[in-house]
């Protein structure tokens, strides 16, 4: 089997080193299916003091694909256009064939779904394993986008999870046209026991045979 390229995309305040450290058991997982794992660092770094984008002011090691702000009276998401473009030119330079995306690195990659013809636009693509995904208002109100969306998605949620509901990741599944939702027993962390291999191993098979 060819080597197939997978782009890693991590939680707020995390970077592509630690994502990767903390994903080697998940990583194994996946042995029989010969990936090449590619971590990518977000834009933004997280700040120390209130000027959200001074990066003379923040820690270089704790890096977001957006803040949450509040406008209004509601809480919305800054910084998602850099983001979005940030990913839009790793999806170009690398070429992958799947997505692995943590919390905000699931967000991000629901956004850009959610705003663009993914499917057209980067053909090599052919799944996305999203985990803890936060359900911004942004996807949510373009649903109608997702549901043109043939990519093979497979959305995974914590039980006990008590920063991003799984009640969020069954919406965002319903959004999805090709999507498959699952919920383990932990918290806000991506899972790599026993119990939930098999659903890893059932989904990503399946796309791939399909594809042949």
Not at 4 to 32: D, E, I, P, W
Not at 174 to 187: A, M, P, T, V
């Amino acid at each position: 089997m060819p080597q197939l390229k997978v782009l890693c995309l991590h939680a707020f305040g995390q970077n592509a080193l630690v994502f990767r450290q903390a994903t080697g058991s998940f990583r194994k997982l996946f042995k029989q299916f010969n990936f090449e794992f590619i971590f990518a660092d977000a834009p933004h770094c997280v700040p120390i003091s209130s000027d959200r984008f001074n990066k003379e002011s923040a820690d270089q090691n704790q890096l977001a694909w957006y803040f949450v702000v509040k406008h209004d009276r509601h809480l919305e998401p800054s910084g998602l256009e850099e983001s979005l473009k940030a990913l839009e030119s790793l999806l170009h330079q690398y070429k992958p064939h799947g997505i692995i995306g943590f919390s905000q690195g699931a967000s991000i990659f629901s956004v850009l779904c959610a705003s663009k013809d993914v499917e057209s636009l980067y053909p090599h693509l052919k799944f996305a394993i999203l985990f803890g995904c936060p359900l911004l208002k942004r996807v949510e109100q373009n649903g109608e986008k997702l549901k043109e969306c043939e990519i093979p998605v497979l959305i995974v949620s914590g039980s006990s999870d008590q920063i991003i509901p799984c009640e969020e990741g069954e919406k965002l599944s319903s959004l999805f046209k090709n999507s498959k939702y699952i919920q383990h027993d932990g918290g806000h962390y991506v899972p790599s026991n026993n119990s939930i291999k098999n659903e890893y191993i059932e989904f990503v098979s399946s796309v791939l045979e399909a594809d042949n």
